[in-house]
């Protein structure tokens, strides 16, 4: 019997390794768990789905505060955590409290089979959302789409944040194999889809889906210039494209220009100027300057280095780098930073880490590079695995509280 917020999390983390995460029997899994529920994915209001790549999380994020701030009830289903496991369940940005994670996760392990661990939290997301009077919802796909523990709703807006080399082992080898996975989250009832800056190749895919299934499409390569994160202006236009076709497809047309009446473009970027998330191009301290954020594939790298160029390029970057084993990412994918030096680290607290007798554990390493940082021209950049940069996170909290 599950009795606290800790034996919840603790049940959640020991589904594991049950079954495969994304496999085509995902769905069957999900809905055997939904029926025994009463099917809660059937009362949940209208739904922006997110997916991508990378950036998902950003514009999943926006588009939520932006709803909450516009006056709607908002849930936001996200992945993974960084600081606390019930940041992954919110309401207008309250996470889901350890009473209401207990007691619904009491509820999905009475009626558990054999569904995988994020199955499992996804199921505990759309029955405590289904339940809590909402005006509208925010989902993050999980990893791509058409298989993923979410796709069990309908979408009423898809929103494709990019499309990249990830999770190849899952999702395919190429760009519209990816791609392909991704778009599944479009149904036909779903009444619009929009798409960032992607490849052709994926796009191509994209769009033959979205005409095969009579849906509106359309992408969405504008900037809102928020001042953290040159990537992230892409991911607030996104966002905010996607508001506002959500809220033209569920209100009459009167309430619907009343509330987009009241963004105007300088409020609207004060507003997302005030919205912030923990490792996206999180600076965590001013002097020493550090930045935190979970670059952990190329595009991400890629990106992540155009914004170290454009916002900090006067900055030589001491960058401590822990990523996964099966990503295809290393120390090299820095090489267009010309002021770079790279650290390439041990970090043992989670599977299928990258491990090296020649790197160095990284509380060490980290605590050389707080020793001698020169404040006036370094800075550090904590990167790579979400997972690891979340550990740094906690880590650099204490230890940054230490330092004159």
Not at 95 to 123: C, G, H, M, P, W
């Amino acid at each position: 019997m599950i009795k606290n917020e800790t034996e919840a999390i603790n049940w959640i983390h020991s589904l594991t390794n049950t079954g495969e995460r994304i496999k085509h029997d995902t769905q069957e899994r999900m809905l055997t768990l939904l029926n025994k529920l009463g099917h809660p994915e059937k009362k949940l209001p209208p739904i922006i789905h997110v997916t991508g790549t990378n950036g998902k999380g950003s514009v999943s994020r926006f588009s939520q505060a932006i709803l909450t701030a516009s006056g709607f009830k908002t849930g936001l289903f996200i992945s993974p955590f960084i600081i606390k496991f019930n940041e992954r369940i919110e309401i207008d940005g309250h996470y889901i409290s350890a009473e209401d994670l207990t007691s619904y996760t009491q509820r999905i392990a009475a009626k558990y089979t054999n569904q995988t661990e994020f199955e499992v939290i996804t199921a505990i997301a759309i029955l405590y959302f289904s339940e809590s009077d909402l005006d509208a919802l925010v989902l993050e796909v999980g990893i791509g789409g058409l298989w993923d523990s979410t796709n069990v709703i309908d979408a009423t807006v898809a929103v494709i944040t990019s499309v990249g080399l990830d999770h190849m082992d899952i999702l395919g080898d190429t760009l519209a194999k990816i791609a392909f996975q991704k778009v599944g989250i479009v149904k036909p009832t779903t009444k619009a889809l929009l798409y960032g800056r992607i490849p052709s190749e994926a796009k191509n895919v994209i769009e033959a889906r979205a005409v095969a299934l009579k849906v509106p499409f359309g992408q969405i390569d504008a900037k809102i210039k928020v001042s953290r994160g040159y990537y992230q202006r892409y991911n607030a236009a996104l966002a905010w494209a996607a508001v506002k076709v959500y809220l033209h497809a569920v209100l009459p047309n009167d309430v619907f220009l009343k509330i987009i009446d009241q963004w105007s473009t300088d409020k609207l970027i004060k507003f997302l100027n005030t919205v912030s998330w923990p490792a996206r191009m999180e600076k965590i301290s001013e002097d020493p300057l550090i930045i935190l954020d979970g670059a952990h594939n190329p595009q991400g790298v890629a990106v992540l280095n155009d914004s170290l160029l454009r916002e900090y390029g006067d900055k030589e970057q001491l960058i401590l780098f822990g990523h996964l084993e099966k990503k295809q990412i290393s120390a090299a994918d820095f090489h267009s930073l010309p002021l770079a030096t790279v650290f390439p680290v041990n970090w043992q607290a989670y599977k299928q880490t990258a491990q090296s007798d020649q790197y160095e554990e990284w509380h060490a390493q980290l605590d050389e590079l707080l020793s001698k940082i020169d404040r006036k021209k370094q800075m550090i950049v904590v990167t790579g695995s979400l997972y690891f940069v979340s550990q740094v996170r906690t880590y650099l909290n204490k230890k940054l509280t230490q330092i004159d």
